[in-house]
């Protein structure tokens, strides 16, 4: 016959407990999981816009750019004053440096407003003086 031990009883009373109190978290993440797969196939996902309008691109020539190139541009037609294509070319090498060409940056020097192109001509003159011994060697 089985004898009857009193702490065997309460030693799986105590296995119990720790089972129940260690998987009741467990419980509620896998009803919280079960809840939120609910609100998932209720709710309706919005569409992203078919065309989000693009970034414009930076302009190629900036008034820092503007300003040298009109010095350079003014101090190589002095430099060769007498051979008109070199002068030619040396501004075109210019433009390449820069990564324009001489009809962009006619179209920059158009929209320019003229305030701003008289306003920029102190800023030219300096620029000139600054890089001269460049160009006079």
């Not at 105590?14 to 129940?20: D, E, K, M, P, T």
């Not at 090498?93 to 940056?105: P, Q």
């Not at 305030?115 to 460049?134: G, R, S, T, V």
Request: with cysteine.
């Amino acid at each position: 016959m089985i004898k009857f031990r009193p702490w065997i009883v309460g030693f799986g009373i105590v296995v119990l407990a720790c089972g129940l109190v260690l998987s009741g978290p467990a419980c509620r993440k896998a009803r919280q999981t079960s809840d939120q797969l609910d609100l998932e196939e209720t709710t309706t996902i919005e569409p992203e816009p078919a065309e989000t309008k693009p970034i414009a691109p930076q302009p190629k020539i900036t008034e820092q750019i503007y300003i040298e190139i009109m010095a350079r541009t003014a101090l190589i037609w002095e430099k060769y004053k007498d051979t008109p294509t070199e002068a030619e070319k040396a501004v075109e090498a210019m433009y390449e440096k820069f990564n324009i060409v001489h009809s962009e940056f006619q179209e920059y020097q158009q929209k320019l407003p003229p305030a701003k192109a008289a306003a920029l001509q102190k800023d030219i003159q300096e620029y000139i003086q600054k890089i001269a011994a460049e160009y006079r060697k």
